[in-house]
């Protein structure tokens, strides 16, 4: 028998061994039914999960009422559980034959340790009986907010994560992280599934994709998070990295996004229709003309529309919604759109199965504006940093009189016009998954899925163009160029898993989860050019000069778990758990990969001796946790390979040195220990949570150069070391909660101490910036990843300068301190308001836009660099000479508090609603309506993403790109 046919041998040995040993016995049966309402309003909850003891489990329909059939009869406990209420046991007395009703209300919890989560478990658990964290956002949070994307919507909602939109233009990357950042080499963006089956999560420039941003093309990137539809979601789950992640392997060092969309639920079909109206403003304040807006911005109208249906009955339920979005946005000229869909189904099989299937489609339409260092006209380099002079105009914008200003504002809105550059996305996912209960304490599921997603940048520059910027003269006819990126991925996903609950009497409860995961994901790229095309031409057909290129990645990763979950009295319990992998980016000499995991759980809070001491009333719960868990990163696609590369010289194919290859290359792995406290007051009105984690990732991925002897190219080897620490305090208080008025006020508050610990004597290198005699972001030994790195000037008392230090420190992009905080406040049962936001303190950013102001003499500038300074040799008052020695001078902190929602939501009452409607939702929202910075620019607005596909993302550069707008929205959501 060979290696890779023992696996599913020992997946079949371990189920095998779980099943339980004893007869099963009849039993006279009754049934229980009734309805799960909200303690406060009353109103009905559908999706609740309703079960006696492990043995019948059901969900509330749309009006929250539940059925559990052949339930034994006697003295028994109805158990519901909902994300965002306390869980509520209920003793019943069951009688053979007869249906018994019991109506349950729930009353809010924020902390819900009660909550079931799948991710990270191999099946569904409760999070009291895990010592990880798990972050639930509900499907109310999804629907109240105002966000478009997948990321906007979790920069609030996941308390120990850090997001950052670093561009306002629509579609583009944005820099995620949690836990600290354990990769010189790899992304930071967490895993992401919908439905079972995992996405295309790309948040950095393609390969081959489009540049708008000049030298090292890294900006306004083309992001495939945001292609994620937000409607039809029942809510997502997040685990960080480490032990919460073991069980997801080589890819899971960074945590993992579970997106769940509704299946439907039993009850008479309902709908609803939604439309969102209101338009995008920038945010001025970061402007440093006040005429920028007039030539760039305008109040942008944007409109969305999403209609849906649910419903079914206790045999097969349905939900199919679609969503059309069209949006002028924030700059001129920057019409964009969206459409989608999303079905799903769900269908009995036999009395002990049943199948879950989902499809979506989605696609969108966006343009790109030329930012950063893109040369030439770009924008806001132009028109922001004093630029505009080299094209005639006085670039000091504010003090132009009428006439001047007039041509300017032509020669501006001929530059957009006919600018084009243009991103348009396709996507499509699948999930079919099959849940199997051979016997009332074993679950077995299998879930197959397919995400398919196109993308197509486009960039055609016409000879009007290059006249209109004044690239070249009029009468130009042989400067015209087109661009085209295509990236199509394909990824597919097979997980089998198992899970058996035993119950050895009232006392000791062992849950366990076996299973087998299998992913592939192909990665093909092509870009086809050509130059000297004439005027409106569309494709490249025709052109003078075509040339084309493609590439292809492709990796598959497969690996089985065994994990067991042991409770005694609920109060005492452990957590073990382990993933095997391979990856066919390993070496050949590289085996199969473990990833342990265990964890304690102590529920202090059930001890007889600590009531004695303290009340209920008084500390309502507390819970000790400690983990200890292994996550891996597995290296690109390839890498592990030796390559010849053939090159063409003279008409001719020549062969050269290509990749080395690695024969032992492994997977970083990083190990993250952890512990904290869960804990709740004054019945359960305040409650907190406050972890500490050390994670330390070994075999990092460095790029290291080889002997010179040998003539060979640089190759990938695991060579490194990378250390993170912190603290995670997350925090909810209700101060008052009545049927009249409820407010719950919540907050997180996170540190993070990031450091490279080893290099395995590598030099340090840069993995962002520009050149090493002006800035970049480095990594090196003993100082944070991606730290920046520059030319650094020392001034005496008398403002001249006493030395320029090359190569020195002079800060880190990545915050020491960030986290939330939010409000949502309830006034009888229609009225609702929230409010979210998010802070940072301790990062710095490198603001090229400040430096150009001053190298260009904008007014206000002049006291960027001490007069005595500019005026010693050998600068002798000349600013070109001297603004690249000071690099330190362009640093500023990014401190800052932002408010990233405000919604007042009402509920109308039923007498004034239209006909044909049951439900009707009035909200009004603003998204990013207010912020206090340190900087003199947007904070967020980040130009570095990284040059390479998949790289390591940190930040740290501010150069002429687009802040996120200011978005007004009007919500009518009505029901029927």
Known sequence: MNRGSRWPVFLLGLVAALLPLGPLHAQSTGTVSGRVTDERSGQPLPGAQVFVEVTRVARSDQEGRYRLTEVPAGSRSVTVRMIGYATKVVPVTVTAGQTLTTNISLAVRPLDLDAVVVTGQGGEISKRRIATTVDVVSREKIEASPARRLDELLQTNLPSAQIRMTSGQPGTTSIMRTRGITSVSNNSTPVIYVDGVRMDNLNTIATLGMNVSGVRAQGAATSAIADLPLDNIDRVEFIPGGAATTLYGSDAANGVIQIFTKRGVSGATKGYFESRLGYDTPQAQFLFFDRTKDLLYRNGLTQTYTAGIEGGNNAITYSLSGNLRASESQRVYGDNRSFGVRNAIGANIGSRGRYQGSFAYNETDSPRFRNGNGGGYTSLWVLEDGRSSAFGFNNNIDSMNGEEYAKLKTFVNDAERLQDNRVFTRSFQSSQRIDFDPMPTVKTHMTFGLNNRFSKERAIVTNEYQVATRAFPAGTTDRGSIQNFERAFTGFTFDLGGQHTKNFGDKLSVISSVGAQLFRNDDVQVSYTATNVRDGAQTVTGAGVTQ????????????????????????????????????????????????????????????????????????????????????????????NDRTVAINSFNGQQAATFGQPGNANLKPERTGTFEMGTDLSFLQNKVSFGLGWYSARTVDALITAPPAPSTGETNQITNLGEIANKGLELRGTV????????????????????????????????????????????????????????????????????????????????????????????????RFNFLMSADYQFGAQTHSFDQGFRYLYGLAGTENYVPAAALAQAPYNGNRALIWSQVQNLWIQNTDYVAIRNLTADYRMPEKLLPRGAKDLRVAFSIANPWRWTASTFDPETDFSSTSVQGGAAVGGFNYATDSSPRTFLLTLRFGF
């Open 734 to 829: 209700t101060p008052v909660s009545n049927a009249k008025f409820r407010l719950t006020l919540n907050g997180a508050f996170n540190t993070l101490d990031n450091k490279v610990v080893k290099m395995g004597g590598t030099a340090p290198f840069a993995i962002s910036g520009y050149s090493a005699s002006t800035v970049q972001g480095v990594v090196q030994e003993g100082y944070q990843v991606g730290y920046l790195r520059g030319l650094k000037a020392e001034f005496g008392a008398d403002g001249k300068i006493t030395a320029i230090k090359p190569l020195s420190f002079l800060g880190n992009p990545t915050a020491d301190k960030f986290g939330s905080f939010g409000a949502q406040m309830g006034i009888g049962s």
């Open 548 to 639: 084309s290129s493609d590439l292809a990645y492709r990796v598959a990763n497969y690996g089985v778990f065994a994990q067991t979950n042991i409770s005694y009295l609920e109060k005492y319990t452990m957590e073990l758990g382990l993933r095997a992998d391979k990856n066919t980016a390993f070496g050949a000499n590289t085996g199969a990969q473990l990833y342990p995991k265990v964890g304690l759980v102590y529920a202090l809070g059930a001890e007889p001796w600590l009531r004695k001491l303290i009340s209920e009333e008084l500390l309502s719960d507390i819970r000790l946790r400690a983990a200890y868990g292994v996550a891996g990163q597995f290296p690109q696609p390839f890498a």
